[in-house]
């Protein structure tokens, strides 16, 4: 034994201080290899749609309602399994629209009845885990309660009396109500033992915040940043162009709710200013795609004006950061994205120049009219730079973003739980793409000067995001922060994976062909095994049971999600309203439990009311993509091999205990 293995077993021994607690926790480790493999539920492209999002992780994607449907398929009805699952997806208003109808009397034989199925789902839902584990996710005011109702108690004669007894006294005592919210709450924590989230939580629908706050409440997550999320952490971290970004994109969607309500952003000055700049323009090329509402037509009408001149205002704004962003980092080679550059502001044309490090666009060194030629603010002589009401607009709104604790607590939340891909179980997971050539081969990016590909590309570019808000050096900070809007919108970003943000263009000219973005090769190559056997390699994954599982774009009607034979899965069926026009469905998701790999669409969420008045549930489409003869256990999974690590680590102590090696800590 060498000094460093006699250090870590002396260490060791502080937390197994005898032969009977190692032997025992051996003994432990060892039982829960032999337990199924917990469910793990993915999630990706969630886009501010909070409602759908938060019923699809009530019902963890139809797994919470097939718990239901096996403990009481043959003995409940569809309607009484259909309000059992809405009781355990919205407990508090379920029981407070129950209540409305029923007598005190009825209310009480309710409960009786509704704790007993819910007792009884509890208890099929713990049975795959280990007691440690149901205990460690029991709420602290009923544990034991719940622990008692739960599990079998072999030594007590009348069992049923004893079960009854403190189901009556629950009712009795008036606590019938948060208990079944508890138990409520419990069930999905059982049923799905891990979210992964594949990125975009932001951007488009209005309730972002109140997802972050939602997946800040979470069990057990991870989190792979999408190019929406990576925008509004560089907003956060005071990046001008990221801020205007997040605020042209909240103005184009209607959205601006998310900034002042959720987050408290101070828009009071950016509207004075696009008010008095855009007073008698009509601000026509840049229309609110999401509209309508309760309010009165005339009122909406004046409200929708309004948020079009914040829209022009703000998309001006960011098409001058971006020139000057583009000047401070020539190593992006973003120059031509500098377009307010290439406009001959007296004949209102624009003109794109060629670019060696963009061969493929189709608009180089062609003239353009625009369908706006009105630029107070713009200077000709250097069109990139502010005017000074602009840069005070920018001033306050940074300010805003950096003070905001709301914001900057769900940012420090996305850096904790979060990166850029993960490896876990044998899936690969990440947001967008990997940036290949035309042939399949990894690309060669730079960055700052050096060459990445692959893995060593998501590598570099995760410890630049991290440098942005952690790093003490001045330079490397804002190196950081620069990074995150390169990661927005580059050809080469792994997150964006397109050949440009054509923003300028589907804004301000008419042809087509200027509003195509074209997709890395990516793309086109996802039913090429080789090259995907390549990517899951450079991750140290190989085999027949390995996937890539990703999102970012939409799968659209008539597509498949499922690629390669099931070795690539494209999540993201559009979640986002504005998508599913296009997707014709509401999102997918995926399912992966012991027994395999389930891809589950969504049709639309009508409303949460409808839910719980209702009893509606998404209705979702199941595919299975991988199904196993053996049922995987958590021997199978990394937990299971850190488990054995961890065995062979006790083990060894144990041999040192009884070769006098480590001596027992008696009385311990």
């Known amino acids: 034994m060498d000094k460093?293995?006699?250090?870590?077993?002396?260490?060791?021994?502080?937390?197994?201080?005898?032969?009977?607690?190692?032997?025992?926790?051996?003994?432990?480790?060892?039982?829960?290899?032999?337990?199924?493999?917990?469910?793990?539920h993915f999630i990706t492209d969630i886009h501010g749609e909070y409602e759908a999002f938060s019923h699809v992780l009530k019902n963890g994607s139809g797994a919470v309602r097939k718990k239901v449907t096996e403990v009481f398929g043959r003995t409940l009805?569809?309607?009484?399994?259909?309000?059992?699952?809405?009781?355990?997806?919205?407990?508090?208003?379920?029981?407070?629209?129950?209540?409305?109808?029923r007598t005190e009397a009825e209310m009480k034989d309710w409960y009786k009845v509704m704790l007993?199925?819910?007792?009884?789902?509890?208890?099929?839902?713990?049975?795959?885990?280990?007691?440690?584990?149901?205990?460690?996710?029991?709420?602290?005011?009923?544990a034991f309660v719940i622990e008692e109702l739960i599990t079998e108690k072999d030594d007590i004669e009348d069992k049923e009396a004893y079960y009854e007894e403190i189901i009556n006294t629950i009712i009795r005592i008036e606590r019938a109500d948060v208990f079944i919210i508890a138990l409520a709450e419990l069930i999905p924590k059982l049923t799905v033992d891990h979210l992964h989230i594949l990125g975009d939580i932001y951007d488009r629908g209005s309730g972002a915040d109140d997802i972050m706050d939602k997946l800040m409440e979470y069990h057990s997550l991870d989190i792979q940043w999408g190019n929406h999320d990576l925008v509004w952490m560089g907003a956060?971290?005071?990046?001008?162009?990221?801020?205007?970004?997040?605020?042209?994109?909240?103005?184009?969607?209607?959205?601006?709710?998310?900034?002042?309500?959720?987050?408290?952003?101070?828009?009071?000055?950016?509207?004075?200013?696009?008010?008095?700049?855009?007073?008698?323009?009509?601000?026509?090329?840049?229309?609110?795609?999401?509209?309508?509402?309760?309010?009165?037509?005339?009122?909406?009408?004046?409200?929708?004006?309004?948020?079009?001149?914040?829209?022009?205002?703000?998309?001006?704004?960011?098409?001058?950061?971006q020139g000057q962003i583009a000047k401070k980092r020539p190593e992006f080679h973003m120059e031509d994205r500098a377009v307010m550059e290439f406009i001959d502001y007296e004949k209102g044309t624009v003109t794109f120049p060629e670019n060696p490090y963009a061969p493929d666009d189709p608009c180089a060194g062609k003239t353009y009219r625009l369908l706006d030629t009105n630029f107070p603010t713009v200077d000709p002589s250097?069109?990139?730079?502010?005017?000074?009401?602009?840069?005070?607009?920018?001033?306050?709104?940074?300010?805003?973003?950096?003070?905001?604790?709301?914001?900057?607590?769900?940012?420090?939340?996305?850096?904790?739980?979060?990166?850029?891909?993960?490896?876990?179980?044998?899936?690969?997971?990440?947001?967008?793409?990997?940036?290949?050539?035309?042939?399949?081969?990894?690309?060669?990016?730079?960055?700052?000067?050096?060459?990445?590909?692959?893995?060593?590309?998501?590598?570099?570019?995760?410890?630049?995001?991290?440098?942005?808000?952690?790093?003490?050096?001045?330079?490397?900070?804002?190196?950081?922060?620069?990074?995150?809007?390169?990661?927005?919108?580059?050809r080469d970003s792994p997150l964006f994976g397109k050949n440009k943000m054509a923003t300028f263009e589907r804004y301000l000219l008419a042809e087509p062909e200027t509003h195509e973005e074209h997709k890395n090769a990516y793309y086109d190559l996802l039913d090429n095994e080789a090259v995907i056997d390549s990517i899951l390699a450079e991750f140290g994954l190989s085999g027949s049971h390995c996937h890539i599982i990703n999102g970012h774009v939409p799968v659209r009607k008539g597509e498949s999600p499922v690629h390669?034979?099931?070795?690539?899965?494209?999540?993201?069926?559009?979640?986002?309203?504005?998508?599913?026009?296009?997707?014709?469905?509401?999102?997918?998701?995926l399912i992966f439990n012991s027994w395999g790999l389930r891809l589950v669409a969504h049709e639309p969420f009508t409303s949460t009311e409808d839910a719980i008045r209702y009893g509606t549930d998404i209705h979702s489409d199941r595919v299975m993509v991988e199904q196993y003869t053996n049922r995987l256990l958590i021997a199978d999974t990394d937990q299971g091999k850190q488990i054995k690590e961890r065995i062979g680590e006790i083990e060894t102590l144990l041999a040192a205990y009884r070769s006098g090696e480590i001596i027992e800590k008696a009385g311990r």
């Open 564 to 589: 390669c034979g099931g070795k690539l899965l494209v999540i993201d069926g559009g979640f986002s309203k504005a998508y599913q026009g296009e997707t014709g469905i509401a999102g997918y998701t």
């Open 116 to 142: 007993y199925r819910l007792i009884a789902v509890c208890k099929y839902t713990a049975s795959k885990y280990t007691r440690e584990k149901v205990r460690n996710e029991l709420p602290d005011d009923f």
């Open 77 to 101: 009805s569809q309607s009484d399994i259909r309000e059992l699952s809405t009781l355990i997806y919205y407990p508090q208003e379920k029981i407070e629209l129950v209540r409305r109808t």
């Open 236 to 321: 956060a971290a005071g990046q001008l162009c990221c801020i205007a970004n997040v605020v042209r994109v909240c103005a184009r969607y209607g959205n601006l709710d998310t900034l002042e309500d959720g987050y408290g952003i101070n828009l009071l000055p950016l509207a004075a200013f696009a008010l008095k700049t855009y007073k008698d323009d009509p601000c026509s090329c840049f229309k609110i795609k999401n509209t309508g509402g309760s309010v009165r037509a005339e009122d909406e009408a004046e409200d929708t004006s309004l948020n079009m001149k914040i829209h022009k205002a703000i998309s001006i704004i960011q098409f001058k950061l």
């Open 382 to 490: 250097d069109p990139d730079r502010l005017s000074q009401e602009e840069e005070l607009v920018m001033e306050r709104l940074q300010s805003a973003f950096l003070g905001c604790h709301r914001l900057q607590a769900h940012i420090q939340f996305l850096l904790h739980n979060g990166s850029l891909y993960k490896v876990h179980n044998g899936n690969l997971l990440y947001h967008g793409c990997m940036p290949l050539d035309e042939s399949g081969h990894f690309k060669d990016v730079q960055i700052y000067g050096k060459i990445f590909r692959g893995r060593a590309l998501y590598d570099r570019l995760d410890t630049y995001i991290r440098r942005a808000f952690f790093s003490t050096n001045p330079r490397h900070r804002e190196e950081g922060r620069d990074i995150l809007w390169w990661i927005w919108c580059d």
């Open 4 to 40: 460093f293995e006699r250090k870590y077993l002396e260490r060791l021994s502080e937390i197994y201080p005898t032969i009977a607690k190692a032997s025992t926790e051996i003994i432990n480790l060892s039982a829960t290899l032999s337990l199924p493999k917990g469910t793990e």
